[in-house]
């Protein structure tokens, strides 16, 4: 099932649009029970969870979500490059952003990929994780 034709996603978008974070992690939180599908779609949720989490000023629980969307989807990039872009931006952690970048440059150089229908290509993973790196480095991130 699409997540566009998921209820509690739906809901839950809408309470995040309106500012309720509290109903808004409820249908969250039962759209993550409900996952069964691609690891992909549930490491996706789990970001907004750590997202929504950070919103809600609980920093360190935010990043457990983050490390469980990547563990869950191990096999991807995405929820790595999706850690790195909210350590840079919105966490203000630019060295563990940076060692994120790394990861996904040491990965897309080492074992470059076309994209599929389920993944996107390395070109594009590290077009990103470049762009993530340069941030961080004019934040003063350390090497």
Partial sequence: MKLSENQNYMDYAKARAFGNLDESERF??????????????????????????????????????????????????????FYAEFLAHRFGDVDASLKKCDRILDETNAYPFEATDEELGSEYYERKALEIREFCLSKGAKT
């Fill in 28 to 81: 969250l939180q039962a759209c993550i029970a409900e996952a069964h599908g691609p690891s992909y779609e549930r490491a996706f949720l789990l970001t907004r969870m750590g997202s929504l989490k950070f919103e809600q000023g609980q920093r360190d629980e935010s990043l457990k979500w983050y490390e469980e969307a990547e563990a869950v989807d191990a096999a991807s990039l995405l929820p790595v490059l």
